[in-house]
Every structure is written in structure tokens, then in C-alpha cells.
């Protein structure tokens, strides 16, 4: 019997598996070998991922006599940045690398973002693998293409659609993340629900703690089900030219809680994302959209699994209001100088529309910032 279930991303001549399973890197190699040439692979990853997970990889890579080379990067989102881009590009061109080189991104969102550009623009595209390592890379961001860095004025605003050949998701190696993490990465899990699949959000409302505390078959149902939902809607629109700019549920308003922030420790993607879905369901709610009482009910569910649910709940932070709605105006989600939201009629019920009244939402990001 297979340890992993197989997912498949439909894109025609770029089609590519999502493997989901128990104790996967140790076979790397394995899953890897249909794309691997003569050239050999480089692996990117982090200094903390490096120092955890890198070991297993180069064992099974030195155990097919697969030819690698390495390079490591500071963790956290200031990574995510023009000179470290360049700084990893300048290290992969000396070391002779060719058009067949594949790049390996071992790590979590940050990591594959950053390698998925490189390896989008290195001799203007290499094959690249995203080996997930935390629950927010597992069921999200390494799953549909989605590359890039930050800049001054915002989050992945440069960057490229590059599809990878493979997603390798071990939910093993979540078992070595931080409780905080694991909790960040769960918001990402319950957006599917919140989107379009109100019976996933009531079975993460039994399940949620579960899938949060071990490796277990709850997990595992979790990130199956997400990388589900991703891989379909990915299938549908690859660019975001329509449906697939649900999966933005949330992120308008916590990108801007993120750039407000300074993209650190303070406050992780996945917290700021809850943030934004309560937001999103409670301005909807005021418009007369969403059913009164569900907002109640996600943040029930949300403060359950201990995910902060309000922006004042970020200690140390004096929220300037103007400031954040200016960074929503820089959002990538702007078109013809609009920003299309992200809004829903309740559960399982996200729509995009650019019909915002925009009192309400002041009042709605008033309402979160002071508690």
C-alpha cells in the first residue's frame, strides 16, 4: 500500500502531482528521478529548515548518486527580498549550472517563493520541486505557480507564475514546528472551508485541534482536502483572471496588517489572514450580506485552535487606520484603480466584487484594530 495519496494539478503540457503523505523526504530521490538529468539539482532552503530536514534529503539524493548543491538563506519573510534574490542567483550562476539544473525548495511559504522565482528566471526558467515544510506551504502557497519576492511598497508584488513538476507535502515534518506556526498555517486550512465548503468548515470545527496537535489521519484528511481545493481551482484559472482570486479571502485585509507590521515576527501570514477573514465576513455581515451570527461562529472556531481573531490582539502595535487602508490600495488585487474583495453571503459562500462600501469596511478594520 502506498504511504501517499496522489493529487493532480490539470494544466495541460504543465500538469504536476501533489504527493500527500507520512515520512516522504526520506525518498526524495524517488519522487524526484522522472526530472532529474545529468546537471543534478540545487537545493534552496533556510537556516532553521536546513539544520532540520536537510540531512534526509542529501542522504536519499547521495543514495541515487544524484549530484547537488546547496544553498541556504536567513529564515523569516526578510528574505523574501530583492537582494537576497540576488545574492542566491549570483551563487547558482557560478556554480555552472545548465537549462536541465532542477531547483529544490525546501522550506516553508517563504522559501518556496523565493526558489520558484529563481528558478522562473534563471536562464529564463528551470524546473523546480517545492518540498513543503510548514502546514501554510503544504495546503497554499506551494500549490498553483504562484512565485515571488517583496518590495518596499508591498507583499509579492515582483514575481512569476512558474509552475513547479512536483509538490513532495511529508506531514511528518510538521511535528517539528512550533505550535505558533502550526496555529498560522491552520488559517490557510479553514479559508477552503469559509470559501466554498461549509460541511469541511463543520468537520474542522470537531477536527481542527487534531489536525493542529499530530501527524495523524486528521492531519493528513486536512491537508488532502485543501491541496483538493487549491489543485481545482488552480485547474480553472491559473493566472487569476477569475475564480481563483477566492483564495484572496482575507488577504487584502491582512497583507496590509503584514506591511503595517514590517512582514515579521510580530504578526505570521497565517494570523494576519485570520484576522482578515473575520473582517471580511464582519464588514459583509454589516452590509447585509452574510447571515448575522457567523461571523460569531468563525471567530468561535478561530479562537479555539488559539488563532488571534482582532488586530489588537498584536502586542505592542498602535494601529493607524489611514495607513492600513493606504496599503490595501497598493494590494495586487487592484484593477482600474479598484480593489476587487474578497466578500461572502456567509459559510462556504465567497464571492469577488468590487461593490465595497467603504464606511463599513473603515469600520470593520476600526472594530479589529481596537478591539
Not at 350 to 363: E, G, I, L, N
Amino acid at each position: 500500500m502506498s504511504n501517499h495519496d496522489t493529487l493532480r494539478v490539470e494544466l495541460g503540457a504543465r500538469s504536476y502531482d501533489i504527493l500527500v503523505g507520512s515520512n516522504l523526504l526520506a525518498d526524495t530521490a524517488k519522487y524526484i528521478a522522472p526530472f532529474v538529468r545529468k546537471a543534478g539539482v540545487v537545493v534552496i532552503s533556510d537556516a532553521v529548515v536546513a539544520d532540520k530536514h536537510l540531512p534526509t534529503v542529501l542522504a536519499s539524493l547521495d543514495g541515487a548518486n544524484i549530484a547537488h548543491r546547496e544553498v541556504v538563506v536567513p529564515s523569516g519573510e526578510k528574505s523574501k527580498s530583492f537582494a537576497t534574490f540576488a545574492d542566491i542567483v549570483e551563487q547558482i550562476l557560478a556554480m555552472g549550472i545548465e537549462r536541465s539544473t532542477v531547483i529544490i525548495a525546501l522550506g516553508g511559504g517563504v522559501v518556496g517563493d523565493l526558489a520558484g522565482y529563481v528558478a522562473a528566471s534563471l536562464l529564463r526558467g528551470l524546473d523546480f520541486v517545492q518540498i513543503p515544510t510548514t502546514l501554510l506551504s503544504q495546503v497554499d502557497s506551494s500549490v498553483g505557480g504562484k512565485t515571488g519576492i517583496n518590495s518596499k511598497s508591498g507583499k509579492n508584488l515582483v514575481g512569476a507564475f512558474h509552475q513547479p513538476r512536483l509538490v513532495l507535502a511529508d506531514t511528518a515534518v510538521l511535528d517539528t514546528l512550533s505550535p505558533r506556526e502550526m496555529r498560522a498555517g491552520y488559517a490557510e486550512v479553514a479559508k477552503y472551508g469559509l470559501i466554498d465548503d461549509p460541511d469541511f468548515f463543520a468537520w474542522l470545527e470537531e477536527n481542527g485541534q487534531a489536525v493542529i496537535d499530530t501527524d495523524g489521519p486528521e492531519r493528513r484528511q486536512a491537508v488532502i482536502k485543501s491541496c483538493a481545493a487549491k489543485a481545482r481551482i488552480v485547474s480553472e484559472d491559473e493566472r487569476e483572471g477569475g475564480k481563483r482570486a477566492l483564495l484572496n479571502l482575507g488577504h487584502t485585509f491582512g497583507h496590509a496588517f503584514e506591511a503595517e507590521t514590517g512582514y515579521g515576527q510580530k504578526l505570521l501570514h497565517g494570523e494576519a489572514v485570520a484576522m482578515g477573514m473575520v473582517i471580511a465576513h464582519d464588514v459583509c455581515g454589516a452590509m447585509g450580506m452574510a447571515p448575522a451570527g457567523e461571523k460569531d461562529r468563525i471567530v468561535a472556531h478561530l479562537k479555539s485552535v488559539g488563532l488571534p481573531v482582532c488586530a489588537s490582539e498584536v502586542s505592542r502595535m498602535h494601529w493607524d487606520i489611514d495607513k492600513v487602508i493606504s496599503h490595501m490600495s497598493r494590494d495586487k488585487k487592484v484593477r482600474d484603480g479598484e480593489i476587487t474583495f474578497v466578500m461572502t453571503r456567509g459559510i462556504g459562500k465567497a464571492f469577488t466584487s468590487k461593490a465595497m462600501d467603504v464606511d463599513k469596511m473603515r469600520a470593520a478594520i476600526t472594530r479589529s484594530c481596537r478591539g
